[in-house]
């Protein structure tokens, strides 16, 4: 298997403009979560699903921000319109099944907002 | 709330050196434990894990315990080489949530 696969793998953007980072999961897997890395705040979950439906979004900074999952093999995070504080690297990760398994991060994004 | 608490870095060491990397946790229910390693412009990969009390988790010549009656999951390396060099990231997941709790990462800095 591929792996997880995201897309780009880096953005640069100008403030109030729209982004959308792409994201396949490993093929099989049942739980996809989005990750936001900066410095400051370290690694935070934003949201997550569990076959295609969000579960939980309570991580999602802000209504700037939504996520969707149209199907098995592939989710959107879109952030409109983005802000300079949005600047990350925003990782996918998927997972198999339930507690205790392992998620599989793909090698993320790094958006830079202008 | 669920938390996990990493030792501060940078930690720089010599090649062939011991390495330990402190972890401990807090947490409600019984969680699994998880250290991830991020090498320099790359994704998290897991090293080991531990899905309950006295279990141990290996790889790569790196262990860790779960200890429940000091609620740590320190990782250890009898010889770190420099090629460890990267973050290390303590995780646990909480029941059926499979919700990933990260520490705030150690830096490895390993010199020949």
């Known amino acids: 298997d591929a792996g997880v696969i995201q897309s780009p793998r880096h953005e640069v953007t100008e403030m109030g403009q729209e982004v959308t980072l792409r994201c396949k999961p490993i093929s099989g897997h049942d739980y996809l979560f989005w990750y936001r890395q900066t410095m400051m705040r370290g690694l935070e979950l934003l949201i997550y699903f569990n076959n295609n439906v969000p579960i939980d979004d309570s991580g999602m900074p802000e209504d700037r921000f939504s996520a969707k999952m149209p199907n098995a093999s592939f989710s959107t995070l879109k952030i409109q319109p983005s802000e300079p504080r949005d600047s990350a690297v925003y990782f996918c990760a998927s997972s198999p099944g339930e507690h205790g398994d392992t998620q599989y991060f793909g090698p993320g994004t790094r958006l830079t907002v202008l | 709330g669920d938390s996990v608490t990493q030792m501060e870095g940078p930690v720089t060491l010599s090649e062939e050196a011991f390495l330990t990397i402190n972890c401990t946790y807090t947490?409600?229910?019984?969680?699994?434990l998880f250290w991830y390693v991020q090498y320099p412009g790359e994704g998290l990969q897991l090293l080991l894990k531990?899905?309950?009390?006295?279990d141990k988790g290996s790889n790569k010549g790196f262990e860790a315990t779960y200890r429940k009656e000091t609620t740590s999951f320190h990782l250890e390396k009898g010889s770190v080489q420099v090629s460890d060099s990267a973050v290390y990231f303590c995780?646990?997941?909480?029941?059926?949530?499979?919700?990933?709790?990260f520490g705030q990462g150690t830096t490895l800095q390993v010199k020949p």
């Open positions: 531990a899905t309950k009390a006295d």
């Open positions: 995780a646990l997941i909480i029941g059926n949530t499979g919700k990933l709790i």
């Open positions: 947490a409600t229910g019984y969680p699994s």
